[in-house]
């Protein structure tokens, strides 16, 4: 498995922004599809965006889209979040997750297919 830390959690106020990190080690990260998900005290956790193997292909919740930008850097072994124009209720802990892949441009957005995640990065947006 590879192994996932995430980073630039914070607390924010309403309609700022925050970039999220988070660096993978321990395989060949260009073989795996990353994912971001949220999961709020007391809910369920929920996808955010995932951008495939090679980059070229990303998809975002629609909760989301529009707000967030998901993107990475093969050669740092690193994927980004970057969300502007926070909501209170974009309020999460943010987890970092990794489904290894065969195809370049293929997507995931079921948690149940990504096998490896970090522990989670604190989002918190202030009204």
């Known amino acids: 498995q590879v192994q996932l830390v995430e980073s630039g959690g914070g607390l924010v106020q309403a309609g700022g922004s925050l970039r999220l990190s988070c660096a993978a080690s321990?395989?060949?990260?260009?073989?795996?599809?990353m994912g971001w998900f949220r999961q709020a005290s007391g809910k369920e956790r929920e996808f955010v965006s995932s951008?495939?193997?090679?980059?070229?292909?990303?998809y975002y919740a629609d909760s989301v889209k529009g707000r967030f930008t998901i993107s990475r850097d093969n050669a740092k072994n690193t994927v980004y979040l970057q969300m502007n124009t926070l909501r209170p209720e974009d309020t999460a802990v943010y987890y970092c997750?990794?489904?290894?892949?065969?195809?370049?441009?293929?997507?995931?957005?079921?948690?149940?297919?990504?096998?490896?995640w970090g522990q989670g990065t604190q989002v918190t947006v202030s009204s």
């Open positions: 997750a990794a489904a290894r892949t065969y195809f370049r441009n293929t997507y995931y957005y079921d948690s149940g297919d990504f096998g490896s």
């Open positions: 321990g395989r060949t990260f260009s073989n795996y599809v």
């Open positions: 951008i495939s193997s090679s980059g070229g292909s990303t």
